[in-house]
């Protein structure tokens, strides 16, 4: 169907809006064919080009869209778009929500989910306003592809922008972590936290039957003799990926690059230690992937250092693409990923990676 023009594109009515979304709150996205639906429908066909399709893709770049932390996280369970929860009854998934603020299922229905399901209301709305965009970069979509000149060949780094356990079919993720490798609490919104809150094993209601990334990396310690004391900044310490297996993730690499400044709830990260890391995660793909079956190609690597470490995006990125860029121009064969949470980011990322490649070639002094 040909994409509408602005006049006749369907009027966004919020409170419309909002009572289609409590509708798939409560079937899930399983039952989505089953609703109806014909706000959220209208909107999700006649949405520019570049833009949602389908109304499950309509919702997913709404909750993308939010400010990632609690709200972006009790927006996809409530919505059932975390991963594995496409089919939970509900009253799970409420349950969970919940959880994520740390109140009881009666208070979160009667405050928190009527707050959340509003934010994607209004996410809804900012896409229903948003002009066609030209081809190119889209900084905004979820998945692209930057195609990157290097030393006489072109290379392809793949560019995620939503929360890291939403990825699939990559074989190791990059974890930032301290030096102690101490594991962020499950409940909180950093990468530590999300890829151990969906590395879990639950049991059909959502309780927690095993915290498996913990428990390998409590071993990993072990065996180092490592335990309550502190590595050397840019170690990086394997575990498997638990729960995360399903969605095709089989390896998580923990980077040691924050140390914990005495006195404070705050981290101090060195760019030259987030290129280090980088560099040892990319040594360690090397040395496992012929032990896996099929051996191991890709790596995803989210902005180390820029959450609580203070880093700048941009410094981020540009500490962890040397080690990248020093490895493919080696001719590594590894697929790169990387993955943020918010479209600013992507563009940040997108400037760094791009720029220097649009700038005039300059004489060489001879």
Not at 224 to 243: D, N
Not at 306 to 312: D, S
């Amino acid at each position: 169907m040909p994409n509408r023009t602005d006049d006749e594109r369907p009027a966004f009515d919020h409170d419309a809006v909002l009572a289609e979304l409590r509708a798939v709150r409560r079937a899930g996205p399983v039952r989505l064919r089953e609703l109806d639906l014909p706000l959220l429908d209208a909107l999700a066909a006649g949405s520019a080009p570049r833009q949602p399709r389908t109304v499950e893709d309509l919702l997913r770049r709404a909750v993308t869209g939010l400010d990632a932390g609690t709200l972006q996280e009790a927006a996809r369970f409530s919505l059932g778009l975390a991963p594995g929860t496409s089919d939970w009854p509900a009253a799970d998934r409420r349950k969970r929500a919940a959880g994520l603020y740390g109140v009881s299922v009666e208070r979160f229905r009667r405050h928190h989910e009527l707050l959340v399901l509003a934010a994607v209301a209004d996410g809804i709305g900012r896409l229903a306003e948003q002009p066609g965009e030209p081809d190119g970069a889209d900084p905004a979509a979820e998945h692209q592809l930057l195609h990157l000149p290097l030393r006489g060949r072109t290379v392809t780094v793949h560019l995620h922008t939503h929360s890291v356990d939403l990825l699939r079919d990559v074989d190791v993720v990059v974890s930032p972590s301290n030096v102690y490798l101490a594991l962020a609490e499950a409940y909180k919104n950093s990468v530590s936290a999300v890829l151990r809150r969906a590395g879990a094993v639950r049991g059909p209601t959502g309780d927690l039957v095993e915290d498996r990334i913990s428990t390998e990396l409590r071993q990993w310690l072990d065996q180092y003799r490592s335990f309550g004391r502190p590595v050397l900044a840019s170690t990086v310490a394997p575990t498997g990926a638990g729960a995360l297996e399903r969605q095709g993730l089989r390896r998580i690499y923990h980077a040691a690059v924050a140390v914990p400044r005495p006195g404070t709830n705050d981290y101090d990260v060195l760019s030259a230690d987030v290129t280090r890391a980088a560099t040892r995660a990319l040594a360690l793909l090397a040395e496992e992937h012929t032990a896996f079956d099929p051996p191991l190609r890709s790596i995803c690597f989210p902005l180390l250092g820029a959450g609580r470490g203070g880093l700048a995006p941009e410094v981020s990125i540009a500490a962890v693409w040397a080690a990248v860029e020093a490895e493919l121009s080696r001719g590594a064969p590894w697929e790169i990923h990387l993955v943020v949470r918010n479209p600013a980011r992507a563009r940040t990322v997108t400037r760094h990676l791009l720029a220097p490649h649009t700038l005039p070639v300059q004489p060489t002094a001879r």
